[in-house]
């Protein structure tokens, strides 16, 4: 049974949008509907990201899209996250490299970097041209970045960097790499570096085994006494603070991001209810419990949806803070997943196959629960937000 997206819609959400979101959304609609739907399974088989499609996505504007020169759209930020929502509407590893490319390597540029940094970089890495990846994360320190154990230290007119990162998304495909390290020479304050990935000593290795975001690709990155210009420091960073301010941008489209993953997955399992029959030759969705399930779900995209569009007009207005991201991001993502299975069983037996989105979706959504801050960490966050208590 061929399944078309419909699009999700219960409360007239659209009619809080305006012309100019509206169409952003329907133009990223399309282009995942006609480029990346017919491509998905077969790279989500092969463990295969489709980099046939970073062009185009960079003619779009998808890359750094609500940055404003260098040649970025300048998009508002609900139109950024309308943007990741249908990106994974398609695919949670496609909308996780947009996500690097866009706010964790974009970002830091544009916000820490020199004007020679950001003219370097900006321009080629917003048509796609140039790719980018983050590395916070080392194999011992991921909820706690704090603790990191890469360290640069100034030996003449270079920095020379040493360590290790885990779990980096685009690690192996990029030409530059954002590292997070202390530096010894200024009482180990953490700073970012640009890492151009062709230097002696750097060595990106794909990670392989992974059951989730089999279309993105993940690395680890090793440094060993890389050296780099001093003008390669984001003059800017200075502290975690840096990396989390990254997170940040990060973490507002994930909230997005998710709510098209359960739209995909409600939108499919209701199509499907109706169609699949069981018992008196009735379909499925008129059992009660059945619509038990895509009642839930229903309700839960809606609540998600307009939280997630009420941060974004915050964001908009430069009133948005962590606090509020976090509860969009732990909320949208655990919803998202609680979908993506509640679809699957819907789904029955064809729920466990690739004919259909739902589990490569819920396979996916396991990872986004934990990069970004896990799911319990941003419980934390909030938690101290609302008691002034830290509790981590
Ligand atoms: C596919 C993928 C792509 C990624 N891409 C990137 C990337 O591009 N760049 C990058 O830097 N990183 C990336 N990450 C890493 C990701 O950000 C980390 O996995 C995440 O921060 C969690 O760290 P951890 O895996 O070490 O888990 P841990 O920190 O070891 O946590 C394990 C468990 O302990 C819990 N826990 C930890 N501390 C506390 C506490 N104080 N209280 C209660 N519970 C706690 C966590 O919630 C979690 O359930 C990626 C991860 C994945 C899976």
Known sequence: MA????????IGFDTLLTDDERLV??????????NLIPIIEECNRAGRFPRELVK?????GFFGASLKGYGCAGMSNVEYGLVTQELE????????????????????IYAFGSDEQKQTWLPAMQNG???????????????????MRTRARKVGNEYVLNGEKMWITSGSIADVAVIWAKLEDEDNTVRGFLVETDRPGFRAE??????????SVTSSLSLQDVGIPVSNLLPKSGGLKSPLMCL?????????????????????????????KQFHDQPIASHQLVQEKLAWMITEVTKAQLLVLQVGRL????????QHISMAKRNNVWMALECARLSRDILGANGVADEYPIFRHMANLESVKTYEGTHDIHTLIIGQSVTGIDAF
């Open 248 to 276: 940040n941008q990060a973490r507002y489209g994930i909230a997005w991001g998710a709510v098209g993953a359960a739209m995909a997955c409600y939108d499919c399992a209701l199509q499907y209810s109706l169609f699949r």
């Open 89 to 108: 509407r398609g695919d949670s590893g496609v909308r996780s490299f947009v996500s690097v490319q866009s706010a964790l390597v974009m970002y830091p």
């Open 206 to 215: 794909d990670i392989h085994g992974k059951w989730s975001l089999r279309a």
């Open 129 to 147: 041209e140039k790719l980018g990846c983050f590395g916070l994360t080392e194999p011992d320190f991921g909820s706690n970045p704090g603790g």
């Open 25 to 34: 959304r329907d133009t990223a609609r399309k282009f995942i509907e006609d």
């Open 3 to 10: 399944i078309k997206f419909r699009g999700v819609d219960f």
């Open 56 to 60: 185009p996505m960079g003619e779009l």
């Open 315 to 322: 964001k908009d207005q430069d009133k948005a803070q962590h």
